[in-house]
């Protein structure tokens, strides 16, 4: 099993991807606590550093990039600080992002967390600021990104669509790529935070837990809601695979074959923050199935690169490295 794996992991280097979605800016504000505000009973922080890292759809851009993809990063960005900076920080790690475009109608996406400490204690989030696109994406630029993306999609391994609701993915869009990915033969994989039951022939799916229930129209799910949930989006969307992601309790994979096989979490006891696993979940997976994995193959292979991200803070990634190690600590033989 593991020589199968590691063989995987090797075949990840220069795989080509397309990741099509919202791109978001990730801003990370760290200061250090200095004294209690004379105005209000709230922290005042002395200002140390400010850092961009990608997320949303630019996270998974990262993601795969890391693991050793050839990625091809297609979204809108706006005209400020923080879309200049999220393009240089892609390009910086050898992304092509001639399919991100610079609108001046939007303003980039973007999350900012304010992180405080101590000299003797470790940073914490304290506040997170969210600036989201309220507009949908105009006729011209969405006219731009499926020039680009007909242009270079022949080329691609795989297509991923991450769509966080930022309104970046249209129905023309997702109508396109699902349509031109069957029509080409590539593989087409789905992780959308709202609207997941609209890419009725995508290849596969990826959906949280809540997302799945929420799809279905439930406000959580029990173990026998999880089966209820993930055979249905499969069947609703003619998908070959959906793979649903349970937090604590690992991953679930159901294949259009009727089977569906639970996958327990790789690390329970030293997870130190969450923020970007399923990007990393979808970044894996994809590579795997490029590099010719099974669906059960990707998901292991997913299922412990989200085990590595989760001992990291913020918005982290994985290496190529870090998953062999991950392979090597686990101590059963599973199914792949």
Same mark, same amino acid.
């Given at each position: 099993?593991?020589?199968?794996?590691?063989?995987?992991?090797?075949?990840?280097?220069? *795989?080509?991807?397309?990741?099509?979605?919202?791109?978001?800016?990730?801003?990370?504000?760290?200061?250090?606590?200095?004294?209690?505000?004379?105005?209000?009973?709230?922290?005042?922080?002395?200002?140390?550093?400010?850092?961009?890292?990608?997320?949303?759809?630019?996270?998974?851009?990262?993601?795969?990039?890391?693991?050793?993809? *050839?990625?091809?990063?297609?979204?809108?960005v706006g005209n400020d600080a923080a879309g200049h900076e999220l393009i240089r920080v892609l390009a910086g790690k050898s992304v092509d992002t001639g399919g991100i475009i610079v609108d001046d109608l939007r !303003?980039?996406?973007?999350?900012?967390?304010?992180?405080?400490?101590? *000299? !003797?204690?470790?940073?914490? *989030?304290?506040?997170?600021?969210?600036?989201?696109?309220?507009?949908?994406?105009?006729?011209?630029?969405?006219?731009?990104?499926? !020039?680009?993306?007909?242009?270079?999609?022949?080329?691609?391994?795989?297509?991923?669509?991450?769509?966080?609701?930022?309104?970046?993915?249209?129905?023309?869009?997702?109508?396109?790529?699902?349509q031109r990915c069957r029509q080409l033969g590539i593989p087409c994989m789905v992780d959308s935070r709202y609207n997941v039951m609209a890419y009725k022939g995508v290849t596969i799916v990826k959906q949280n837990e809540s997302e799945a229930a929420a799809a279905i129209g439930l406000k959580n799910l029990d173990d026998d809601g999880i089966i209820t949930a993930g055979q249905a989006i499969l069947t609703q969307l003619e998908a070959d695979a959906v793979l649903l992601s349970r937090g604590p309790d690992g991953m679930t994979l159901f294949e259009r074959s009727g089977r569906y096989t639970h996958i327990p979490v790789s690390n329970k006891s030293e997870v130190y923050d969450v923020t970007g696993a399923g990007?990393?979940?979808? !970044?894996?997976?994809?590579?795997?199935?490029?590099?010719?994995?099974s669906y059960l193959a990707a998901a292991r292979l997913a299922n412990l690169a989200a085990g590595v991200v989760v001992r990291k803070p913020g918005t982290a990634t994985a290496t190529p490295e870090e998953l062999v190690t991950a392979i090597g600590e686990q101590h059963e033989n599973f199914e792949v």
């Open positions: 099993m593991d020589n199968l794996l590691f063989k995987i992991i090797k075949g990840f280097q220069q *795989q080509k991807i397309m990741v099509v979605g919202d791109m978001v800016a990730d801003v990370y504000l760290e200061g250090r606590i200095a004294r209690i505000s004379r105005e209000a009973p709230v922290l005042i922080l002395e200002h140390e550093s400010e850092t961009v890292l990608p997320g949303g759809a630019a996270n998974v851009v990262h993601n795969v990039t890391t693991l050793g993809g *050839q990625v091809y990063a297609v979204g809108v !303003a980039t996406i973007t999350k900012t967390r304010v992180m405080a400490g101590g *000299q !003797a204690t470790v940073r914490q *989030q304290v506040v997170r600021v969210d600036r989201e696109s309220k507009t949908a994406l105009d006729s011209a630029a969405e006219a731009r990104l499926l !020039a680009y993306a007909e242009n270079i999609l022949a080329k691609m391994a795989l297509v991923v669509i991450s769509d966080y609701g930022g309104h970046t993915v249209t129905n023309n869009i997702i109508e396109y790529l699902i990007d990393t979940v979808v !970044a894996a997976a994809v590579l795997a199935l490029a590099a010719g994995a």
